[in-house]
């Protein structure tokens, strides 16, 4: 099975998205969907449509399931607003992307929900939950509070409860976004992008400085934005640390490295990875990451990405990263191709 597990469907026009909204929300104007400060290079496809899109990722491009991860609008003034627009984004994909098109029974969705607005975000997932086509629930890269704080203990509760995987993916948008780096506001867009697994590394050491996985045992999170090499580096410093400083934090009970084989996955696109496929394999094996990784391409971004070569990986490895590992972490592999397992 392949499985490309880093789609990005987007909608005609932000009116479109308001079709989705009941009063008051659906006349309130919506900011735009890509970064103001930072907007990407434009796109190599238009991701509107779920038939040509399915014709290009399914028909011509040989996949056999297609994870989507649609981007909201940041994290808007009016925690409300915000989750009125995941609603409206989870309706939207239901209706048009998980149903209505000849391709619906090879995508897969993700709940979005605003995690600034967690009493609402557990009501989405516990919506959705039950539809056969979602796979995982979906949070922003971007937070004003670290993603191991107990203030998200719900939502991650939630998640656990109905077996759902939670991804992170930078959701661009005009928000209210603190700084995108510790030291302030880069100049460019290949630095703000370039500084993405940052901020992936920084959630994860909350995740596990403040006990969530201790908390919740079974959840477990998707990194969709980069970060698979970075985020190794920053847990060999925090292994460094956890002995001396357990006095601190007596709660982490292992190391924090330890905590990767259960909780932790990434998605592998393009620009994540190095040139020689030959240093690709050696640090999967040095960070023991091969049933940890999914091919993600990015598409129809810029950067979009076609994935390994498999003259490059062992057949093994090769299989885990382009669907194996996908196929294990959302279920894939049942006689049902969108069987729920609530």
Known sequence: MRVDAGIHPRVKSATHLQDYMGSPWKTRRLPGSDSYLYPPPRSIADSTNPSEVGRVLFAEGGLDRAILIPCTRGLLPDPEHGSIVASA????????????????????????????????????????????????????????????????????????????????????????ELPPTMVGFPTTYEEYYATLPYAAGAHLASLIGEGTFERCPSLRFVWADGGFAGVFAALWRLDKDWRSARVEAPWVSKPPSAYLGKHVWFVLHGLDRTREPADLAHLFEIFGASDRVMFGSNFPEWDAWGGLNSRDFSEDVFNRVMGLNAERLYDLARPTSKARRT
């Open 89 to 176: 984004t989870n309706e939207w994909i239901a209706q048009e992307w998980l149903a209505n098109n000849e391709y619906a029974e090879r995508y897969l969705g993700t709940i979005r929900v605003c995690p600034s607005d967690p009493p609402r975000a557990v009501e989405e997932i516990h919506r959705w939950a039950g539809h056969a086509g979602f796979v995982q629930i979906g949070v922003p890269l971007r937070g004003h509070i670290p993603y191991g704080s107990p203030v998200y203990y719900p939502i991650w509760e939630a998640a656990m409860a109905h077996n759902l995987p939670v991804v992170v993916h930078e959701d661009g948008g005009q928000g209210i």
